[in-house]
């Protein structure tokens, strides 16, 4: 019997030890960075209805149709590669619940990189962590090489002397 394939968040775990219980909902993510590492899973994967089932209510695509939101998601899953997730820093949950994650997604399209920066923000609806915004850029435009950023040195729009120097 072959191994278990490695999880696409890059967690270095097999996939069925680390974010198979959340797509199949035998579990939530224990925090936002869990969270996000199993998003980025999900993408890789095609898992839409589990993007769609960690969206928190105050995310805008939970007020469009959910089908519509689900051809999406496939369109977007179905057409991208998904070769490696950087986690790059984190926050705790702040007084108000939101918690914060800092990560540079590896992707590609058809052979070009669509890699980008993210600074995402989640919050617990009282069931799991949710995915609630996020602020980024494509990686090309970082204005230093992307797995240096922190929280502390991104800013969602990078100046434009660094467009392209990253």
Not at 37 to 58: D, I, Q
Request: proline share 11%.
């Amino acid at each position: 019997m072959p191994p278990a394939p490695p999880c696409p968040c890059t967690s270095g775990l097999r996939y069925r030890e680390c974010c198979a219980r959340y797509h199949r909902g035998e579990a939530e993510a224990p925090d936002a960075e869990a969270l996000m590492r199993s998003r980025y899973s999900a993408f890789a994967l095609k898992e839409v209805e589990y993007l769609w089932r960690t969206l928190h209510p105050e995310h805008p695509d939970r007020a469009r149709p959910k089908e519509e939101v689900l051809r999406e998601l496939r369109a977007v899953a179905s057409g991208h590669k998904y070769p490696r997730l950087h986690v790059l820093d984190r926050q705790p949950p702040d007084e108000t619940g939101k918690a914060v994650v800092l990560f540079y997604a590896r992707i590609f399209e058809k052979g070009k990189d669509r890699s980008f920066v993210e600074r995402s923000e989640f919050r617990h609806d009282g069931t799991g962590w949710r995915y609630l915004s996020g602020d980024g850029f494509p990686a090309s435009e970082s204005p230093r090489p992307p797995e240096t950023l922190t929280l502390a040195n991104f800013s969602p729009t990078p100046s434009p002397a660094g467009r392209g120097s990253g």
